[in-house]
């Protein structure tokens, strides 16, 4: 069959989880047998998913490259292409191009402490960052992996199970919290902003990479906090969400300046980031 | 070498029924624009450009790229590509629309191919003429180009009086297509540059190109913005019309049952061009937007891939419904970066 580079494959839904009342994930694997075995990425990429009739969207990967059978994606339902997946079920199947972008750069990085930040639906482009390095292969090359991660609310946490897992690990640290009004009686992490319990959780930059994701104004408010913690900004990582159609360098619609995020990123330094026009 | 105007129509009418579509300047309800002939006789020869410039052959409005059928939880889809793009002539370009080709051959084939513009390259011969008049909104001067430039022509012509004339071949195209007519084609010269002069002078230098990519890279924040841009409607015609935009949307239509994903242009002057799920918008404002357009063109792009996005042709200074003409923009821009004001970053934010 002829194929061009917006021809997508075919991938099966093989498994949903709701997340929150307005987020879900999907596990995904490619009809074609072939395609799955080889399918590998780089934490970070990206890749647009199509229904068929209403059109693509832009999700990260957000399982790590060392699941081999499947790929994750995880959505929140806001317009014409994810309110159509919400609609989908098991056993459907949707297009998928990809990956595209430029992941974070994981082996630079070994021999370093990591420190996640994420809030709300930022976890994850960071998820697939996390469960690749606590991989056996993996983990000892790195040194001490932290996790800050906060919501809104309790139920707007994703990957519920799975931060249980992180808190049980020995290997990591989690700390989660929610804004002030948005715990249950049975919540039994912090209450605060991010940015705040991040400065109460004061953890060192030394030889330290510092990741963050998730709302504009979650990251605004906790870029000062690293730095008074003493990261540098080429030290500080982070993903950016412009709007894009092709993911491959050719509609025009995702640059940032000169810097064409379908391209280039969509991982970037807070450096570079600050070198930039602020059009994200 | 030269080539007698009744010879040119015959190569053309000689290529057309060797299975070739032949594309000319054509009045189609009173408007110039590039189309297919029937015959020779529909060929406007009197014109300054068309109203549109050729990228529509190359970069279709709206083009299917992938059509599909639903059925329950089964989907089947074929790519959609011409495989056999018939071999296309395009006589009476401009030098400056025929300049912006290798331009736009830059973003499609960057890194990945787009195939859609590159067949069709490949299947076209760009047979232009040299200006010898212009009008004020004209400028390929100030850019580095030339009313008589060949870049990106297989074969230029320019008229040098008596309906004949001047024979330059630019490119293996345009050899082979002047090898294959030899017989149509004789000995001859012309002195260009006389020819020309008029027309030259007439378009003068209208700015300085080279202190634009500068400013543009300092000034981001500056309140010229504003002052000059604000007021644009975001109509889109200037991208439109223009040959070097190329920024397009992908769209699916369809039914429960099947349908087509579309490759469609699209416009940075639309606000909703770049809004995000959460409502957030890069650009926001009308201003912003305008800035995008004459920073991609004159600071984005030629960092990225060594040209300017623009060839001069004033297609989008005749046709800005609020002349908003991008001419003026640049011609501020090149007498501000004299002055030197600028206003920082801190100062405006
Ligand atoms: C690199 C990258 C990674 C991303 N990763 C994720 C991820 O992992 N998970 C995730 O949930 N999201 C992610 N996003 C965001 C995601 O791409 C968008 O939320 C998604 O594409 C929305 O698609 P939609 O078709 O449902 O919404 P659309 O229907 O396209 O639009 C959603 C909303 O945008 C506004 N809008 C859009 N078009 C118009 C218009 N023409 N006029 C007026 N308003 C309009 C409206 O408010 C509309 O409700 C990512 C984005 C990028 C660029
Ligand atoms: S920006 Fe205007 S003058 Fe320049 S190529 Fe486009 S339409 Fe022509
Ligand atoms: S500059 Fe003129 S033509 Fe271009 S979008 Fe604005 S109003 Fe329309
Ligand atoms: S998404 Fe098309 S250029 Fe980046």
């Known amino acids: ?280 | 070498m030269i080539i007698q105007k009744d010879k040119l129509f015959a190569l053309l009418e000689k290529l057309k029924s060797g299975g070739k579509r032949i594309i000319a300047p054509t009045k189609r309800e009173n408007i110039l624009l590039f189309s297919e002939i029937g015959s020779t006789d529909e060929i406007i020869q009197d014109y300054i450009n068309t109203r549109l410039s050729l990228k529509g052959f190359f970069l279709p409005r709206s083009e299917p790229i992938l059509e599909f059928r639903i059925h329950q939880k089964n989907v089947e889809y074929t790519t959609v590509l011409e495989e056999n793009i018939k071999p296309t002539v395009v006589f009476g370009v401009r030098p400056c629309d025929a300049g912006s080709l290798p331009i736009m051959d830059k973003v499609y084939t960057w890194d990945y191919i787009d195939e859609y513009w590159v067949k069709r390259r490949e299947s076209t011969i760009i047979i232009a003429v040299s200006c010898l008049d212009c009008d004020e909104a004209c400028f390929c001067t100030s850019l580095g180009l030339d009313p008589g430039s060949t870049k990106g022509s297989d074969i230029l012509l320019t008229p040098v009086g008596n309906d004949t004339f001047l024979v330059e071949i630019a490119s293996d195209k345009g050899k082979k297509l002047v090898e294959d007519n030899a017989e149509l084609f004789a000995e001859g010269d012309a002195d260009k540059d006389s020819i020309l002069a008029p027309v030259r002078q007439k378009l003068g230098k209208k700015f300085d190109l080279s202190s634009i990519q500068p400013w543009l890279q300092e000034n981001f924040f500056h309140k010229f913005w504003e002052q000059n841009t604000l007021y644009c409607i975001g109509c889109g015609v200037c991208t439109f019309v223009c040959p070097t935009c190329h920024c397009f949307d992908i769209v699916d239509e369809g039914t429960v049952s099947g349908g087509k994903r579309m490759k469609l242009w699209d416009a940075c002057q639309f606000r909703t061009f770049t809004i995000h799920a959460s409502g957030h918008n890069p650009r926001a404002r009308q201003d912003e937007r305008h800035r995008q357009r004459i920073e991609h063109k004159f600071n984005y792009y030629p960092k990225k891939f060594g040209d300017t996005l623009c060839v001069g042709c004033g297609r989008c200074v005749r046709y800005c419904p609020v002349d908003l003409s991008i001419l003026r923009i640049l011609t501020m821009i090149s007498q501000l970066s004299q002055t030197g004001s600028q206003t920082s970053r801190a100062e405006e934010k």
């Open chain 1, 1 to 280: 069959m002829t194929r061009t580079l917006y021809t997508p494959e075919l991938c099966e839904i093989i498994e949903i989880r709701d997340e929150t009342p307005d987020t879900r994930t999907f596990r995904l694997r490619f009809v074609d047998e072939e395609k799955q075995k080889n399918f590998t990425f780089t934490p970070g990429q990206f890749g647009l998913y199509s229904v068929f009739g209403e059109g693509e969207s832009t999700f990260c990967i957000a399982s790590p490259p060392t699941w081999k059978e499947y790929f994750e994606c995880c959505f929140r339902v806001v317009g014409r292409v994810t309110k159509a997946l919400r609609l989908l079920d098991v056993g459907s199947v949707i297009g998928f191009r990809g990956p595209y972008g430029i992941g974070f750069p994981l082996e630079s990085w070994e021999g370093k402490n990591l420190l996640f930040i994420a809030g709300g639906i930022g976890l994850p482009p960071l998820r697939t960052v996390i469960w690749t390095i606590l991989d056996p292969g993996y983990r000892q090359k790195y040194g001490e992996v932290t996790v800050v991660y906060g919501a809104r609310s309790v139920s707007d946490l994703v990957y519920k199970p799975e931060l249980k897992q992180w808190e049980e690990r020995s290997d990591m640290k989690l700390i989660k919290t929610v804004d002030p009004g948005g715990e249950t009686p049975d919540w039994d992490g912090k209450i605060g902003f991010v940015p705040t319990v991040l400065e109460e959780a004061k953890p060192s930059s030394n030889n330290t990479i510092a990741l963050i994701c998730g709302p504009p104004i979650m990251i605004k408010f906790t870029l000062p906090v690293l730095s008074s913690l003493g990261f540098e900004l080429k030290n500080v990582y982070t993903t950016l969400e412009n709007r894009m159609k092709c993911g491959l360098g050719k509609c025009g619609r995702c640059n940032v300046g000169d810097f064409y995020v379908c391209k280039e990123g969509p991982v970037i330094t807070a450096e570079r980031l600050k070198s930039l026009p602020p059009e994200y």
